[in-house]
């Protein structure tokens, strides 16, 4: 279902599941030419609906928004407990060697050089991803990748990828000049996601096709 302005991928009297389109804010910056975000769509489209988790502005993606104050409480809990599930799709630069693995370093806010993070193993907060190759492209040099991050940290997934020597394509943030060039936006996508429902228990799988 899609409203005006909103790609609307599950929708009942507690929950709100929308596709974020790439470049658009989850939550409103500061200045008048940053009000239109998913957030504020959302609650054109119902007041109630409310902020429980977020993508950065260059991912596109699935992004819940829960409708009243009990959903909004266990879907923090859930949270909390890594009862919710995402799979994320990503196009990297250079050929990943292993068909998968996991990534497991610390995060911490890189403090002068903010909004960047970095890995530091004395201060950084646990951090777990798991990946999976999809595809190679040996002409291009670039592989596919699907993403399942265990934990939820700031820009984890693009750091994660880059510790193995796999920016992302379009990052502007931590990939270099010739990486950054190879697309027109960052490749990174909220594909999959599931849950049991905050409310009634039953299983909630919503899956959103990444444009790239």
């Known amino acids: 279902m899609t409203d005006s302005q909103l790609d609307i991928l599950y929708l009942d009297e507690d929950l709100l599941i ?23 769509r959302a609650l054109k489209f119902n007041p109630n609906a409310r902020i429980v988790h977020r993508l950065d502005q260059g991912t596109s ?13 266990n879907l923090t809990h859930m949270f909390e407990s890594r ?49 999976r190759v999809l595809e190679r492209d040996l002409e291009k040099k670039v592989t596919r990748v699907l993403l399942e991050p265990v934990s939820g940290r700031t820009h984890q997934l693009r750091i994660h990828m880059l510790s193995l020597g796999h920016p992302m394509l379009g990052d502007g943030l931590y990939a270099p000049e ?18 049991n429902h905050p409310i009634t228990g039953v299983e909630v799988r919503v899956q959103a096709t990444p444009d790239f």
């Open 83 to 131: 009862a919710i599930h995402k799979r994320y799709v990503a196009v990297v630069d250079g050929l990943v060697a292993d068909d998968e693995g996991e990534i497991k370093l610390p995060l911490i806010c890189d403090w002068p050089n903010r909004p960047l993070q970095k890995v530091c193993f004395e201060s950084g907060k646990a951090a777990h991803t798991r990946y």
């Open 18 to 40: 929308a596709n974020k389109p790439a470049g658009l804010l989850c939550v409103p910056g500061k200045g008048p030419d940053k009000q239109d975000c998913l957030s504020n």
């Open 61 to 73: 993606g699935i992004v819940m928004f829960p409708l009243n104050y009990l959903t909004l409480k």
């Open 178 to 195: 010739n990486v950054l060039a190879k697309a027109p936006r960052l490749l990174l996508h909220a594909q999959e996601l599931w849950l």
